[in-house]
Structures are given as structure tokens and as C-alpha cells.
């Protein structure tokens, strides 16, 4: 078989297809950063997830530490137990302190983890003990409402009870 | 007043006839060409023949808008963005905007303009000249010397198509973003590499690229071998080939996006 050049052609656009494949899968999709090598599992149970999901990021001090591997539900305790995926080479303390924030006031939401003081660092398949759950923006506003309006509710009263001794 | 509606009827009745006629044509056409594709697969020349025809010579257009969609989504979306603050997030509205969406339709659509039609004209004046008949006549299927390969080769041009297209509308991106505006160098491809997922983005793109690379590809195949085969009926089949082509690419874009979107 004859050798042309429509061939070379055709080989130089697959060739940049593929190219181009590999090029989004690293350069602009997660292939490269999600791939943290060797991790170990550690869980920790929340009453309150908010807005988790799986594959969120696990921070500590802001550097992405590990990710968020499954959430399920425990029915013993009414909680909800997250699995994380932390990279071997960071140890955290054994009395490390778990808890959900939010990226900007709207964003994603991840774990935070913030070391104790605890000299024994966390094995795998080890329970988190310490944990602080997501804040839920609809509590707050209803906590803070209702702050208000027994704050309002008081003076009120303190003012009826000024009009009355008058 | 009865004789109009029943013309009427008549008339609505046997254009379903024969759309029904063109369905059961179209269906056994697909047929044909996956069991005469045994037969093009092992003559592979023919294919990389196809590819060069319909793949390469379609790159120039194709790379040329993707790179000016790039520079035109990143103009709008930091228009938008700025105004909450987030303008770092531009490159997060590119890259998903293409790799999700713009890229495989929109090659799709200059896919079915450039070489669907290609195509069409092709077979159609194949036909017209009775060529197909000629080759029957020496014992040789057309389906397999002549449909099959241009299928295979649409098939096999559109994800690498739709591939480029995503990255040069990247780059493109990346050159109004960066060095125009002056978002920060750093924040455009870390934020982007964040938010894009391999399996949920790329791959499903790569999957509808796939699909409107089948879709094309059959529906020029079979507009040119079912055109009339006067000049007149060549000319219709082409246009015919783009309308149905782009409205099937915008159809199936919808129901593939619902299947992919739902948890």
C-alpha cells in the first residue's frame, strides 16, 4: 500500500485530536489535581452536613490536605457519618477538630480540619472525635430574628412599665 | 366546503404516508451501512480517505470560531462577572461553557455546514450521474465502497473535531482573559481546574460529540442517497441535509444534557 499524503494529513489530525483530549483532561479538567496519591481514610460523624458533597475538598490552614470520599447516613444515631480521603504524607493529631465551612459567603462548601495538640496522630479508618457541623444560613436568620424580637419584645415592656410608674 | 377539507385531510394523510415511506427508508439504510461496515473497516484506506475530506479539510473553519467563541465568551462572561466581583471565575464560565456545551454543538453545526453537506451534494450527484448504478452493475455495493466509509470517517472526525474546537476556545479564552483584561494568570487555570470534572465534563462531551457525529454523518448519508437524482433535487437534498441536521443536534443535545444533568 502506497504511502500519501493525504495520510500524513489524517495522522497529524488524529494526532492533535488526541492532543487536544489530553490537553483538556489535564490542563483544564481536575485529572491531575485529584489524583493526590496515597491517602489514608479517616471518618467523622456530623448532625449537620448542609451542602457537602462527595469529592469536596478537605482543607487544613487553606491547603487542600485530602477529599471528601462518601457521606452516608447512620440511622443507630440520627447522623451523618463523611469519609475522608486525607494524603499520607500530612499526619494530623488524634484530637484533630472536623468542621464544615463555606468558601466565600455562597461557595462550596469543604471540610476544615484544625490540629490539636494531641501527641498521637490519626491512624486509618480512624472516627474524628471532635466535629462542627455546617452552618445553615436558615437557622441563623431565624435565631437571629428571634433574638431580635425578644430584644424589641423587652423594651416594650420596659416602656410600659416606665408609662405605668409615671 | 367538504370537498376543501377533504383535501385537506387527503393531503395531511399522504404526507404521513410518506414520511412514513422516508422512516422505514432511513431504517433500513442504517442497517445497510452497519452491515456493509465489516466490509469498510477492513478496507481502512477508504476511511483515512473519508477522514481527510470531511475531518481536515473541516479544521480551518472549526478552529478559527472556536478561537473567536473563546475570545467572545471571555469578553461577555467578564462583563457579567465583574459586576459581583468574581471576575477570577472566568476561566471556570469558559472552560465549562465549552467542554459542556458550545463545543460539541457548535461543532456539530459547522460539522453539518461544511462537510454534511459535502456530503450530501456528493452521493447526491453520484446518483445523479449513476455511478451507484455502475457500481451494482459491477458487482460491487455502493453501500460498502462508497456510504460506509464516509460514515465511519464522520464517526471518527467529529470527537477529535469537537475536541479541538474545546481547547482552541480555551485558548482563546485564555488570550482575552489574561493578556487583555488581566485576570491573574494563576487564578484563570486553577480555578478552572477545580471546578471542570474529568468524568462530568469531558467525558460527557466527548459522549455527545460522539452522538452528533453519528447523527451528521447519517443524516447527510442519507439525503444524498435518497435524493431525486435531478439538479434540482440535489439542491433541495443538501439544504434539507442542514436543516435536519441542526435541528436533530439541537434536539439530542437536549435530551442528553437532561440524562447527564440528573443525579
Same mark, same amino acid.
Given at each position: 500500500?502506497?504511502?500519501?499524503?493525504?495520510?500524513?494529513?489524517?495522522?497529524?489530525?488524529?494526532?492533535?485530536?488526541?492532543?487536544?483530549?489530553?490537553?483538556?483532561?489535564?490542563?483544564?479538567?481536575?485529572?491531575?489535581?485529584?489524583?493526590?496519591?496515597?491517602?489514608?481514610?479517616?471518618?467523622?460523624?456530623?448532625?449537620?452536613?448542609?451542602?457537602?458533597?462527595?469529592?469536596?475538598?478537605?482543607?487544613?490552614?487553606?491547603?487542600?490536605?485530602?477529599?471528601?470520599?462518601?457521606?452516608?447516613?447512620?440511622?443507630?444515631?440520627?447522623?451523618?457519618?463523611?469519609?475522608?480521603?486525607?494524603?499520607?504524607?500530612?499526619?494530623?493529631?488524634?484530637?484533630?477538630?472536623?468542621?464544615?465551612?463555606?468558601?466565600?459567603?455562597?461557595?462550596?462548601?469543604?471540610?476544615?480540619?484544625?490540629?490539636?495538640?494531641?501527641?498521637?496522630?490519626?491512624?486509618?479508618?480512624?472516627?474524628?472525635?471532635?466535629?462542627?457541623?455546617?452552618?445553615?444560613?436558615?437557622?441563623?436568620?431565624?435565631?437571629?430574628?428571634?433574638?431580635?424580637?425578644s430584644e424589641t419584645g423587652d423594651a416594650k415592656s420596659g416602656?410600659?412599665?416606665?408609662?405605668?410608674?409615671? | 366546503?367538504?370537498?376543501?377539507?377533504?383535501?385537506?385531510?387527503? &393531503?395531511? =394523510?399522504?404526507?404521513?404516508?410518506?414520511?412514513?415511506?422516508?422512516? =422505514?427508508?432511513? !431504517?433500513?439504510?442504517?442497517?445497510?451501512?452497519?452491515?456493509?461496515?465489516?466490509?469498510?473497516?477492513?478496507?481502512?484506506?477508504?476511511?483515512?480517505?473519508?477522514?481527510?475530506?470531511?475531518?481536515?479539510?473541516?479544521?480551518?473553519?472549526?478552529?478559527?470560531?472556536?478561537?473567536?467563541? #473563546?475570545?467572545?465568551?471571555?469578553?461577555?462572561?467578564?462583563?457579567?462577572?465583574?459586576?459581583?466581583?468574581?471576575? *477570577?471565575?472566568?476561566?471556570?464560565?469558559? !472552560?465549562?461553557?465549552?467542554?459542556?456545551?458550545?463545543?460539541?454543538?457548535?461543532?456539530?453545526?459547522?460539522? $453539518?455546514?461544511?462537510?454534511?453537506?459535502?456530503?450530501? $451534494?456528493?452521493?447526491?450527484?453520484?446518483?445523479?450521474?449513476?455511478?451507484?448504478?455502475?457500481?451494482?452493475?459491477?458487482?460491487?455495493?455502493?453501500?460498502?465502497?462508497?456510504?460506509?466509509?464516509?460514515? +465511519?470517517? %464522520?464517526?471518527?472526525?467529529?470527537?477529535?473535531?469537537?475536541?479541538?474546537?474545546?481547547?482552541?476556545?480555551?485558548?482563546? =479564552?485564555?488570550?482575552?482573559?489574561?493578556?487583555?483584561? =488581566?485576570? *491573574?494568570? &494563576?487564578?484563570? +487555570?486553577?480555578?478552572?481546574?477545580?471546578?471542570?470534572?474529568?468524568?462530568? *465534563?469531558?467525558?460527557? &462531551?466527548?459522549?455527545?460529540?460522539?452522538?452528533?457525529?453519528?447523527?451528521?454523518?447519517?443524516?447527510?448519508?442519507?439525503? #444524498?442517497? *435518497?435524493?431525486?437524482?435531478?439538479?434540482? %433535487?440535489?439542491?433541495?437534498?443538501?439544504?434539507?441535509?442542514?436543516?435536519?441536521?441542526?435541528? $436533530?443536534?439541537?434536539?439530542?443535545?437536549?435530551?442528553?444534557?437532561?440524562?447527564?444533568?440528573?443525579?
Open positions: 500500500m502506497e504511502r500519501t499524503t493525504i495520510d500524513l494529513w489524517v495522522g497529524i489530525f488524529v494526532a492533535a485530536g488526541v492532543a487536544a483530549l489530553m490537553g483538556l483532561a489535564m490542563k483544564v479538567g481536575n485529572l491531575t489535581t485529584s489524583g493526590i496519591g496515597d491517602t489514608y481514610t479517616v471518618t467523622a460523624a456530623f448532625e449537620n452536613i448542609g451542602g457537602l458533597k462527595a469529592r469536596a475538598p478537605v482543607k487544613s490552614a487553606g491547603v487542600v490536605v485530602g477529599r471528601v470520599d462518601g457521606i452516608q447516613f447512620d440511622d443507630k444515631t440520627y447522623e451523618a457519618i463523611v469519609t475522608l480521603k486525607v494524603d499520607k504524607r500530612y499526619e494530623f493529631p488524634k484530637d484533630t477538630f472536623a468542621s464544615i465551612y463555606t468558601s466565600g459567603l455562597l461557595g462550596e462548601q469543604y471540610v476544615g480540619l484544625d490540629a490539636g495538640g494531641d501527641s498521637v496522630a490519626l491512624k486509618n479508618n480512624d472516627k474524628i472525635a471532635h466535629t462542627q457541623d455546617a452552618v445553615v444560613l436558615e437557622k441563623m436568620i431565624s435565631q437571629f430574628l428571634y433574638n431580635k424580637a416602656d410600659k412599665k416606665q408609662a405605668e410608674e409615671k | 366546503m367538504l370537498e376543501r377539507l377533504t383535501k385537506l385531510l387527503q &393531503g395531511i =394523510g399522504n404526507r404521513t404516508i410518506e414520511r412514513m415511506w422516508r422512516l =422505514g427508508a432511513a !431504517a433500513r439504510f442504517s442497517f445497510y451501512t452497519l452491515v456493509y461496515s465489516g466490509e469498510s473497516l477492513r478496507r481502512p484506506w477508504l476511511i483515512v480517505r473519508e477522514v481527510y475530506f470531511t475531518g481536515v479539510m473541516s479544521l480551518i473553519i472549526i478552529l478559527v470560531s472556536a478561537f473567536f467563541v #473563546g475570545m467572545v465568551l471571555a469578553l461577555q462572561g467578564y462583563n457579567t462577572l465583574q459586576k459581583y466581583g468574581s471576575s *477570577d471565575a472566568i476561566g471556570v464560565l469558559v !472552560a465549562l461553557s465549552l467542554v459542556r456545551e458550545l463545543g460539541p454543538v457548535v461543532t456539530a453545526l459547522l460539522f $453539518a455546514g461544511r462537510a454534511g453537506t459535502a456530503i450530501t $451534494a456528493e452521493i447526491g450527484l453520484m446518483k445523479a450521474t449513476e455511478q451507484l448504478s455502475a457500481m451494482e452493475m459491477m458487482a460491487v455495493s455502493p453501500i460498502a465502497r462508497v456510504v460506509a466509509p464516509r460514515f +465511519w470517517a %464522520g464517526v471518527i472526525s467529529m470527537p477529535i473535531l469537537a475536541s479541538l474546537f474545546s481547547m482552541t476556545g480555551v485558548l482563546g =479564552g485564555y488570550l482575552v482573559a489574561v493578556p487583555l483584561i =488581566g485576570v *491573574d494568570d &494563576g487564578a484563570f +487555570w486553577s480555578q478552572m481546574q477545580a471546578s471542570v470534572d474529568f468524568r462530568e *465534563d469531558i467525558v460527557n &462531551g466527548f459522549i455527545k460529540s460522539c452522538v452528533f457525529g453519528v447523527a451528521c454523518t447519517f443524516i447527510a448519508l442519507f439525503e #444524498g442517497y *435518497d435524493a431525486p437524482p435531478t439538479a434540482e %433535487g440535489v439542491s433541495r437534498a443538501t439544504t434539507r441535509t442542514v436543516v435536519i441536521s441542526s435541528l $436533530a443536534v439541537l434536539g439530542l443535545d437536549f435530551v442528553l444534557t437532561s440524562f447527564m444533568l440528573s443525579p
